[in-house]
């Protein structure tokens, strides 16, 4: 055992030398842990049996009925056991204080080609669906850019791609959950059955109302590559405008508006629009296999076209779908501040990324307070129409570029219907039942904090929730959020959820989703005592 004069000693380097940390420890340990992963999915697909899922759900069942006997005090609020550095959320729910029941749930069920479903145990990972689907000619219809995002934990949280303009949010492409409620009882949720309420309420649930053991999506086909065109854009007006007009916010998405759109905002006057369509192979069209190790990380290569004005590429499928996985959109920047030189990607690219799990397991206190309060990483969902505001709000609060621009349709379901609220009925599409929102990505170490100037992260952060709860919008739940309960219970619409706690008896058997989100940390101390602004 070290002295703990030594341990403290110890912890300080390993926070002063997190790039030694990132490169000497996370990035192989990431290779080393997908290499025993894949071992591990070989083995299962050896071994598999279709008997196998029936009998692991029987097992899930066994243990929350016997959670039922135990006496009232011994029973803690039910969670899985994944460990939590494991996932992608940036906060570190607390795990060791609740009653954990495994979910070893990692397979692909069937593939219903007629009716262009998949149905899917939750532990399989946007990587395993990709390497399935593909192949065969199908893709999620909303695939998310990060290997490691589990089918899952996205439905339970939420997720949102570069065809959401289309598909909607990732849920709404989900036409059926299987449920292990809080009694030990399996129900199959669709939104039709007696289960509609749980069906409506499930997505952005974060597991606060039973354990996932199935579920089936929607899948669409395929063309092996996307036909992207890059278009540099000066002038804010003239690219949120863009934007506006190739998602469809002001008419129905005709069947040619582009299947794929983005934005990258590099300053507050210049952005570039990607716009993808299914294509063949075209030989008069250059290849850009982007996600190969080598390769230029993807943001870096689309600013690019700032100066080499309007073009098109050809890009496989898979590799268009992970694109922002090797530099984690460009969240690995500022931690590897070498990564995307030439020599290190030819030498050293194919370690990348770092697995978010090893970035969070090599987590001491300080680096969780360092994230916490000189970092900033949010994803919200806001209406499109708000858009030069958005970016105005952003910049002045985070002076953070590049910014992530990703329409997305928002289906008004009508009233009490899940934890969404109803778009207003000013940024409805005409003739339709949806409005054009857009997911604002934020990452990185926002620019006050770089040049040392006074910056507050509570203050900051809790106006741009302030504008969000005013235009109708809501944070995405894997991030901080900096939000007291009453304001949440603004943001979201949780009357049909309590409900459906009650009926479900979740109700002291699963934490409440504001619990089960909230950061871990004392957010007012930890902000009052970086106040400097
Ligand atoms: C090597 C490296 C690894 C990183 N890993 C992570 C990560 O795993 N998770 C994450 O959320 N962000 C990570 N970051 C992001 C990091 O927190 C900021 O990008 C950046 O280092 C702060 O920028 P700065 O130039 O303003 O501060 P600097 O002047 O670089 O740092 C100011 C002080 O903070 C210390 N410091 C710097 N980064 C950290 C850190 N991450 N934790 C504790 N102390 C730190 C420095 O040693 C220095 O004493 C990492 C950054 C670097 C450089
Ligand atoms: N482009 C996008 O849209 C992206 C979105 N994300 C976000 O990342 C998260 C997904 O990350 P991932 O690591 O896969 O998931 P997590 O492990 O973070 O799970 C997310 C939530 O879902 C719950 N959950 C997961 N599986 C089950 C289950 N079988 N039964 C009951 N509850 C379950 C978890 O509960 P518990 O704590 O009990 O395990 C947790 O609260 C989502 O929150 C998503 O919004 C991330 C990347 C990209
Ligand atoms: C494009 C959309 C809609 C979402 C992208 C979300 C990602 C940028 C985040 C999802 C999980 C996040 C985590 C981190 C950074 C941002 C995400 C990848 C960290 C790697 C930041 C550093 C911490 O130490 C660990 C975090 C894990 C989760």
Redesign the pocket.
């Known amino acids: 055992m070290l002295p703990d004069s030594l341990k403290s000693w110890l912890i300080q380097w390993l926070e002063d030398h997190r790039e030694f940390v990132v490169a000497v420890f996370c990035l192989p340990a990431s290779l080393l842990f997908t290499v025993l992963m894949r071992f591990k999915a070989y083995v299962r697909w050896l071994t598999s049996d279709p008997q196998r899922h029936d009998s692991n759900v029987r097992e899930i069942q066994q243990r929350v009925q016997q959670w039922n006997k135990l006496p009232p005090e011994d029973r803690r609020l ?5 460990p ?1 550095w ?4 940036t906060t570190f ?1 607390q ?1 060791h204080l ?1 009653h ?1 029941v495994p ?1 070893p ?1 990692y397979d692909i069920l069937e593939l219903n080609e007629a009716d262009m479903t998949v149905r899917v145990e ?2 399989v ?1 946007i990587g395993d669906i990709t390497e399935y689907l593909i192949p065969r000619g199908y893709s999620l219809a ?1 695939t ?3 290997t ?14 570069t065809h959401s303009h289309k598909a909607g949010l ?1 849920h709404e492409t989900i036409t059926s959950y299987e ?1 292990v409620l809080a009694d030990g009882s399996l129900v199959k949720a669709t939104a039709d059955n007696e289960y509609v309420d749980l069906f409506k309420t499930l997505p952005w ?4 109302l ?4 199935a579920m089936t999506i929607k899948i669409v086909k395929i063309k092996p590559y996307i036909k992207i065109k890059y278009i540099p854009v000066r002038g804010q007006k003239k690219y949120c405008d863009m934007l506006r007009e190739f998602s469809g916010t002001y008419e129905k998405v005709p069947k040619e508006f582009p299947d794929y759109i983005e934005g990258t905002i590099y300053s507050k006057d210049e952005a570039v629009i990607m716009v993808g369509d299914y294509a063949d192979y075209d030989p008069n069209i250059p290849v850009n296999s982007c996600s190969k190790w080598h390769k230029p990380w993807f943001y870096k290569h689309v600013e690019t076209f700032l100066e080499k004005g309007e073009s098109e590429e050809l890009i496989p499928l898979r590799d268009y779908l992970l694109r922002h996985n090797r530099a984690i959109f460009w969240v690995v920047e500022d931690m590897l501040s070498f990564g995307n030189k030439t020599i290190f990607r030819y030498l050293f690219g194919w370690l990348l990324p770092p697995k ?1 799990a090893f970035l969070k397991w090599t987590t001491t206190p300080g680096i969780r307070a360092y994230t916490f309060t000189k970092q900033v990483f949010q ?1 919200i969902v806001l209406p499109i129409k708000e858009l030069e505001r958005q970016i105005e709000i952003a910049s002045i609060l985070f002076e953070k570029f590049p910014l992530l621009v ?1 329409p997305c349709k928002i289906i008004d379901h009508g009233p009490s219907s899940g934890q969404l609220k109803r778009p207003d009925s000013k940024y409805l599409v005409p003739g339709t039942n949806y409005a054009m929102y857009n ?1 604002l990505g934020v990452y990185g170490v926002p620019g006050k904090v770089k040049d040392k100037k006074p910056y507050n992260p509570v203050a900051a952060m809790r106006k741009m929730e302030d504008f969000t709860r005013e235009v109708g919008g809501y944070s ?3 991030a901080d959020i900096f939000m007291t309960r009453e304001e949440f219970e603004v943001m979201f619409d949780l009357s049909l959820y309590e409900e459906v706690r009650k009926k479900y008896k979740a109700d002291g058997a699963f934490p409440h989703l504001y619990d ?2 909230k950061p871990e940390l004392d957010v007012f101390a930890i902000g009052e005592e970086n106040a400097i602004a």
């Open positions: 039910l969670c899985t056991s994944r939590n494991l996932s992608l959320s729910f795990k609740h954990q979910i749930l939750p532990m990972t909303v998310i850019e990060l490691d995002a589990t089918l899952g934990g996205l439905a339970f949280g939420t997720g949102m791609s990732y449920v649930c974060h597991g606060s039973g354990f996932l053991v978010p994803d990703y997911d995405f739940l894997y089960k989100v």
